[in-house]
T-cell receptor, first 114, second 114 residues
Framework: DTAVSQTPKYLVTQMGNDKSIKCEQN?????MYWYKQDSKKFLKIMFS???????INETVPNRFSPKSPDKAHLNLHINSLELGDSAVYFCATRARQGMNTEAFFGQGTRLTVV | AQSVAQPEDQVNVAEGNPLTVKCTYSVSGNPYLFWYVQYPNRGLQFLLKYITGDNLVKGSYGFEAEFNKSQTSFHLKKPSALVSDSALYFC????????????FGAGTRLAVHP
């Protein structure tokens, strides 16, 4: 069983479209994240949810909207896609919000906007 | 500002030789330090972490890292490199006051040659 699974793995879409990426975890973790990895492999946090509550919302365009229907899911919806949104998006989870627990990552969703 | 630096874009080492991947950090308060590895087209995998206690921490796949408070460093090491260790390595830090978010370094590509 994959602990943190993302769908789809690859997504190619045209500029202006709206798309969603889904994340599901079966670890029972309280905290979930979305990270963006750009073409230079730099990783930056976008959002963090703890028990379905938004905790971190970095400087991300409001075209990006996370949604957590329950503790096991954190989806990322992107409106009006732009070329610069092309990246790999990673979902991650952590057991609790404390300082000393490590994060578990999904395999990533490679988004290509054409 | 809180930050993590990985000064080398790439590290090349011959199989069987020891390897070091460097990481320095700048945070206020006590740092919580992590190393992750990313294989091609995969998500990040946790290797090891320093929370408190012994400065030398051991992790997965024979890796270890040494926390040096005076030099604000957390270098990743392995006594004998394998070709299969070739991957992208990320150092990350968590600090109090930052909603426990994980800040990543830019990554270092490790290439182990037969």
């Amino acid at each position: 069983d994959t602990a943190v699974s993302q769908t789809p793995k690859y997504l190619v879409t045209q500029m202006g479209n709206d798309k969603s990426i889904k994340c599901e975890q079966n670890l029972g973790h309280d905290t979930m994240y979305w990270y963006k990895q750009d073409s230079k492999k730099f990783l930056k946090i976008m959002f963090s949810y703890n028990n379905k509550e938004l905790i971190i919302n970095e400087t991300v365009p409001n075209r990006f909207s996370p949604k957590s229907p329950d503790k096991a899911h954190l989806n990322l919806h992107i409106n009006s896609l732009e070329l610069g949104d092309s990246a790999v998006y990673f979902c991650a989870t952590r057991a609790r919000q404390g300082m000393n627990t490590e994060a578990f990552f999904g395999q990533g969703t490679r988004l290509t906007v054409v | 500002a809180q930050s993590v630096a990985q000064p080398e874009d790439q590290v090349n080492v011959a199989e069987g030789n020891p390897l070091t991947v460097k990481c320095t950090y700048s945070v206020s308060g006590n740092p919580y330090l992590f190393w992750y590895v990313q294989y091609p087209n995969r998500g990040l995998q946790f290797l090891l972490k320093y929370i408190t206690g012994d400065n030398l921490v051991k992790g997965s796949y024979g890796f270890e890292a040494e926390f040096n408070k005076s030099q604000t460093s957390f270098h990743l090491k392995k006594p004998s490199a394998l070709v299969s260790d070739s991957a992208l390595y990320f150092c990350a830090v968590r600090f109090s006051g930052g909603y426990n978010k994980l800040i990543f370094g830019a990554g270092t590509r490790l290439a182990v040659h037969p």
